[in-house]
């Protein structure tokens, strides 16, 4: 995995600008914040990211893959604001599952998600060596 940064562009936080891989594929479906039952714990931002993340590392170990492997990741929130105040919880559950690997990310406020509780949707794609 090559992270590509131009020479010159101010270095990104918290994502990549690019990432150039090759080998397998993995792709995980947008994970919301519910539990292995489909069930949701809380209403709460921070804690559905915890859980979404969570969702995908364990989906991404089914196939052979770790949060290491993570070249994509697209985030669609509900509500911007309500993201951008729970960054620092967002960021704590991050560094925890997925570690200090920053990926290539986009973040996208939508209209609705098609589950009704979900406040964040998430989804990846990863790359094995």
Known sequence: MEFLQPEGWAKPRGYANGISASGR???V???VGWDSQGV???DDFAGQVRQALANIVA???????????IV?????VLDKKEYVAAWPEIGAAYRELIGRHFPTMSAVQVAG??????RVEIEVTAVVP
């Open 25 to 27: 594929m993995v792709f």
């Open 113 to 118: 998600l098609v589950e009704d509780r979900a």
């Open 40 to 42: 949701f714990h809380t």
């Open 59 to 69: 989906v991404l170990a089914e196939g052979g893959a770790g949060p290491e492997h």
């Open 29 to 31: 479906s947008g994970m």
């Open 72 to 76: 994509r990741m697209t985030w669609y």
